[in-house]
């Protein structure tokens, strides 16, 4: 009996031989995810409009991210570790920040995850009712972030910006303190 190839991965392996090399380079290419281009009433973004942090050469941390020690502290530590380490019980969120994709992250707090299965046990709460996490949850996740990246070491920041007005109002709304 003769083994025939489908049809689907010769078709795609043509396709990439006639993308070229540029097309390959393209698709490997990792998207910079930490660099701030552009900073709006105290919050920083990457190319990509994702949050980011900002640490300024003399230590200073935007506000977001300093937040983000806090709150992390207050509500995520007890499972994933100080400064995001990780732990016996929880994997390390300043990877998860580096490597899964921003709205990938939102979706596992806000939702929660579940795997168990014979290789593992692993299941995250839903955060997506809690307004601690869910009102500072881009705070958590550029504070991962800068973990993640080794930008930021362990420890409480030692200087921080200013809060702005419009994350004081911000915060207000989503906490329903008006």
Known sequence: M???????????SALTLFAGPAGAEDASAPK???????????????????PTFNIAKDGTVDWMT???????????????????EGSSYAPALKNSAINLDYYAFLEVVTNGRKKVNVAEHSV??????????????DDIYTYLKARGS?????????????????IRDAEKSCLGSN
Not at 33 to 42: F, L, W
């Open 2 to 12: 003769t083994r025939t190839r489908p049809a689907i991965p010769l078709i795609l």
């Open 32 to 50: 910079d995810n930490i660099t701030a281009v552009r900073s709006e009433n105290g919050r920083y973004y990457t190319a990509d409009d994702v």
């Open 150 to 166: 080794g930008a930021l070491p362990r420890g409480r920041p030692a200087k921080k910006e200013a809060k702005s007005d419009e």
């Open 66 to 84: 300093y937040s983000g020690f806090r709150r992390y502290h207050s509500e995520c530590h007890v499972c994933h570790g100080p400064e995001g």
């Open 124 to 137: 995250m709460p839903a955060f997506g009712e809690n307004a601690n996490v869910m009102c500072y949850l």
